[in-house]
């Protein structure tokens, strides 16, 4: 089960480079349901979702640099790129920062995962979080994908 | 993760209508890595596995029959179709016996699922299982999808 919310925001004014981060690759096979491929600097991963905003079920599984690549020739858009950046904010939790590139560049989200829907409807967002776009399914990274950025 | 073994049969010469079975019908949307969807007389699933034979991991999620849909719109080949009967066989272990349909008429198999790689390793088949084939590519159902019944 994944549990988290997500917020637009404007680059952080704090210095970013302090803080882990990594580039994401990723297409989606399917969008309904979503099977999702990623490369990341490390690594390559196979995800299925099922539908849901702040709470849906994930299942992820990591994949030779050949079965993304095979994976690859069944998409037939562009990826969502970006670089992704994880601030710790306290109380255990990560926010995790994607500014975008390409395609969606000028988009900036953050998102945070919780252990339960207590801890995400209770998560009180730090002063430079922006607008709360949990439930809105123009900012899912399958939609993005798809569609581009909301106008 | 996924450990089992999977033999050859003939059509077994006891009552097959005592046992619980169900209809399986079955594509692929990739076969390296595996992405399979499966429609049952009760459920619809979306399945990926990694590579391996008597072990692997395997992750799977219920979706919607319009999910499946999709999906299937994203295959092109008939699918696997069979009748999977479930056999108790002792020590807590159940004899999947899959009887194949349409193109792959003809073809028997029982799969038989285990807890450890150890129990895998010791088991003792039924008389009436036939020509172990664990370890023959040609019978995945992914296989079977891909290039048909082995020559």
Known sequence: MEIERK???DMP???LSAYEK???IQYYISTKPVIRIRKT???FFLNIKSKGYVSRQELEMEITEEEFDNLVKLTDKAPVSKTRYFIPIGNGLTAELDI???ALSGLITVEVEFESLEDADSFNPPEWFGEDVSEDNRYKNASLYIKGLPE
């Open 7 to 9: 917020f637009l925001c």
């Open 13 to 15: 004014s704090f210095d």
């Open 22 to 24: 990594t580039g994401i």
């Open 41 to 43: 600097d490390h690594a």
């Open 100 to 102: 975008y590139d390409d």
